[in-house]
């Protein structure tokens, strides 16, 4: 699966290109919120005001590309949540005013699958269209699905990506479950703060692919694979047989981007993975930059494709070989991307 | 190309708590559309419901090993389904658990049926953290996951009311590209405020029975349910039972409107004829059609001019709708496994509460039960809010 465009909103200034040419945005607290651009010129006035924040990202993201390439068979979404903020909007009316008098709008944005389906609306598209929600492997598993569909057929492409929101209500609801620190990081102290909790971020990243790589290409998605609740030894041993499946081995890896979240309870993964299969390789982190979120990997192939073929921003290096995106949410969803040039 | 056989079957709704007890109440023509015993909403004594006909408690007694802690109507029901397919299908520990072993679930509501857990949990006066991992559409799946000890490639779909038909069609995928031998496939809804509040809102309920594809019909009623598919790749399942082969899949959206069809059907013709096309059959060889058919206004007119554009002569059809409700994010596959039965037992369901044909498409569903009628293919349908639609052809294995 050949990636040939691609388009972030971030709680960096990726969107507008500034976070590539060095100019990186630091967080402090436990929400890092994205920098969303001016959707003028994508998305009409009277839409935007509708739109939920993953909505927006999403549909914005999304609707950027599809601007600007050849019409894709499909558009494929992953999102734990959705426009989460809609929804709970429409709950708080329903028990509030005890079930009466509700206004169908939050109802018909806050679906998950309103983000793809906007977006095929916008763009006439009747096409293959899906929805992954799938918690933290809903991106993993978008990407599954685009790599079956063009696997069908190898002249097929299709836009894929993942969204998601900080809403006051999930936030409120996974600080309660001790996802969150208690303490406050900054960008700069998040990855090394050696306490429970890591910090929410948000936003969407799109990608168009497509099933060969004739034409000019960034990147290529050599194969996606997954685990909910392994051992170490599982996590090992799916490495390996993805690495084997697609003629590697550990040592031909260059790149290892790893979702370190500064949460002392789970970061032993990657490390882990990295001590034991990759000790050659720096581990490329990214949460300090966009904080956690379920698809947070979509995030992380967006930065490996960068590191691949787009503009290297300071401080990063350029893979010379494959890179491996290692993701897990929780600790308890397992998500693994292998990139090429 | 791994074909893909279906052979195990597992379903809980209003109509009955396990697969005979679903088949006999459709041979029997009996609905269970009533007014709710167990779900507390004011719109309770209005509507009528598709209710399971268990209260939680009961639920939760027959799930013996399974944790109970923060379990939700939602994941109770999936619990009960899958573990009936996976016996259908005689599947061991081992088999559930392999790597080769896929798990693609589907919900809409997941754990929102606490409403009022979660409007507290949501803005912090709650007083019970047992629920805050609860909510999410992948809650129950996580859950089958871990109590199942699976490894396999896991998944959790929500295109609105086709997300378990497009579950069924993702397995159908993973298996025929040969990266999994089994993918158990299928989705979960149970009755809450926020479906019916949202429905409401849209003016879509039905004060009565819902009366798919009839002149006068009202709007459609809320149903709740699971239901559970074993797919297998057929040198997996060589010396099983096979109760139909998955034939081929269409997925298209009607790319319209967010909550209604297009007059012309885009998205309900091209996924029936995506279907027709990706079974390599014609639109005659299909003996019966399985509706969306959830009695609105919309989807029932566009749905018979859609039959008709792309059937001509429409086959014998029926909305099952009119037994369990609208199941939403297990509307499809609760749909697909009526499908299955009416092609493994050779016989078809009646359609209820139907009286006049709509204007201009003149089409009467299937009306009495019909035994030993010979279905060769048959095709399913699941049309989603955001125009996801989505239809499965099956046929006989």
Redesign the interface.
């Known amino acids: 699966m050949y990636i040939v465009d691609l388009a972030c909103i971030s709680p960096q200034h990726t969107f507008s290109g500034n976070f590539l040419s060095g100019d990186p945005v630091s967080h402090s607290g436990t929400q890092y919120e994205a920098q969303e651009p001016d959707y003028k010129g994508i998305i009409s006035a009277s839409a935007l005001r509708r739109m939920a924040k993953a909505l927006r990202m999403g549909v914005g993201a999304g609707a950027f590309l599809l601007n600007r390439n050849p019409k894709p068979d499909?558009?494929v979404f992953g999102t734990?949540?959705?426009g989460l903020d809609h929804?709970?909007k429409?709950?708080?009316?329903?028990?509030e005013y005890?079930?009466?008098t509700?206004?169908?709008t939050n109802?018909?944005?806050s679906?998950?699958?309103?983000i793809?389906?906007?977006l095929?609306?916008m763009?006439?598209?009747?096409?293959?269209?899906?929805?992954?929600?799938?918690?933290g492997?809903?991106f993993e598993?978008a990407l599954?699905?685009a790599m079956?569909?063009l696997?069908?057929d190898r002249n097929r492409s299709l836009l894929i990506g993942a969204t998601e929101e900080i809403s006051?209500?999930?936030f409120?609801?996974?600080e309660?479950?001790g996802l969150y620190k208690k303490e406050n990081t900054t960008s700069a102290s998040l990855l090394i703060s050696g306490t429970p909790g890591t910090v929410c971020g948000e936003g969407a990243s799109v990608f168009m692919v497509q099933g060969s790589g004739s034409s000019g290409y960034m990147a290529k998605v050599m194969d996606v694979a997954?685990?909910?609740?392994?051992e170490m030894p599982?996590l090992e041993e799916t490495v390996h047989t993805m690495l084997r499946k697609n003629g590697l081995t550990p040592a031909d890896i260059k790149g290892y981007i790893a979702g370190f979240s500064g949460d002392a309870r789970t970061d032993f993964w990657y490390q882990q993975l990295n001590d034991s299969l990759f000790p050659q390789l720096k581990p490329v982190a990214f949460k300090h930059l966009t904080g956690d979120y379920p698809t947070a990997s979509a995030f992380a192939l967006w930065l490996g494709c960068q590191l691949l073929h787009g503009t290297i921003p300071p401080g990063y290096q350029k893979p010379d070989g494959p890179v491996l995106i290692y993701n897990h949410y929780s600790g308890?969803?397992h998500g693994l991307i292998l990139l090429d040039s | 190309m791994q074909e893909v056989v279906v052979t195990g079957m597992g379903i809980i709704s209003a109509i009955g708590t396990n697969l005979p007890e679903n088949r006999q109440s459709l041979i029997q023509g009996k609905s269970g559309l009533r007014k709710p015993v167990f779900f507390q909403?004011?719109?309770a004594d209005q509507f009528p419901f598709g209710e399971v006909d268990s209260d939680d408690a009961h639920l939760k007694a027959q799930l013996e090993g399974v944790s109970s802690a923060g379990l939700t109507r939602s994941d109770m029901l999936a619990f009960i389904a899958f573990r009936e397919a996976v016996k259908d299908a005689s599947l061991t520990p081992e088999d559930i658990a392999s790597r080769s072993t896929a798990f693609i679930s589907a919900s809409?509501v997941g754990g929102?049926c606490l409403?009022?857990h979660?409007?507290n949990?949501?803005?912090?006066t709650?007083t019970n953290?047992e629920f805050?991992?609860s909510?999410?559409?992948?809650a129950h799946?996580?859950r089958i996951?871990?109590h199942y000890?699976?490894?396999g490639?896991?998944?959790?779909?929500?295109?609105?009311c086709s997300s378990s038909l497009?579950a069924i069609l993702?397995g159908s995928?993973?298996i025929r590209?040969g990266?999994v031998e089994r993918a158990i496939v299928g989705g979960t809804d149970s009755l809450a405020?926020?479906t019916?509040?949202?429905f409401?809102?849209?003016s879509i309920l039905s004060e009565v029975p819902c009366r798919a594809f009839d002149k006068n019909r009202s709007g459609l009623n809320l149903g709740e349910g699971a239901a559970y598919v074993v797919l297998e790749s057929a040198e997996a399942a060589r010396k099983k039972r096979k109760y139909a082969v998955v034939k081929g899949y269409g997925?298209?959206?009607?790319?319209?409107?967010?909550?209604a069809l297009s007059e012309e059907g885009?998205?309900v013709v091209?996924s029936m004829k995506d279907a027709l096309e990706n079974a390599e059959i014609t639109p005659s060889e299909i003996s019966y059609i399985h509706t969306h058919g959830t009695a609105t206004e919309n989807n029932d007119e566009v749905e018979s001019r859609g039959m008709i554009q792309v059937f001509g002569d429409v086959p014998p059809f029926n909305s099952t709708k009119t037994y369990t409700g609208h199941t939403l994010g297990a509307a499809g596959s609760v749909g697909a496994i009526y499908t299955v039965m009416s092609l493994f037992h050779n016989e078809l369901y009646p359609s209820l509460h139907f009286n006049d044909p709509i204007e201009g498409t003149n089409l009467i569903p299937c009306l009495q039960y019909q035994p030993a009628y010979p279905v060769r293919y048959a095709l399913t349908n699941a049309f989603?809010?955001?125009?996801?639609c989505t239809s499965l052809v099956f046929g006989n294995a």
């Not at chain 1, 679906?111 to 309103?114: E, F, H, L």
């Not at chain 2, 490639?153 to 609105?160: L, P, V, Y």
């Not at chain 2, 989603?384 to 996801?388: I, M």
């Open positions: 499909g558009i734990a949540y959705g929804c709970l429409f709950l708080n009316q329903i028990v005890n079930e009466t509700l206004t169908p109802f018909v944005q679906t998950p699958n309103n793809a389906a906007q095929s609306l763009s006439s598209n009747s096409g293959y269209n899906m929805t992954h929600v799938h918690k492997l809903a598993a599954m699905d079956l569909f696997e069908e006051a209500y999930n409120s609801i996974d309660q479950a997954q685990l909910t609740y392994p599982d308890i969803q | 909403s004011v719109y809409t929102m409403t009022d979660l409007y949990d949501a803005n912090r709650t953290p805050l991992f909510y999410p559409a992948a799946s996580l996951s871990r000890k699976m490894k490639f896991s998944d959790t779909i929500n295109t609105a497009n993702f995928r993973l590209s990266r405020k926020y019916v509040n949202g409401n809102s849209l997925n298209a959206c009607d790319a319209y409107h967010a909550s885009i998205g091209r989603g809010f955001g125009g996801n």
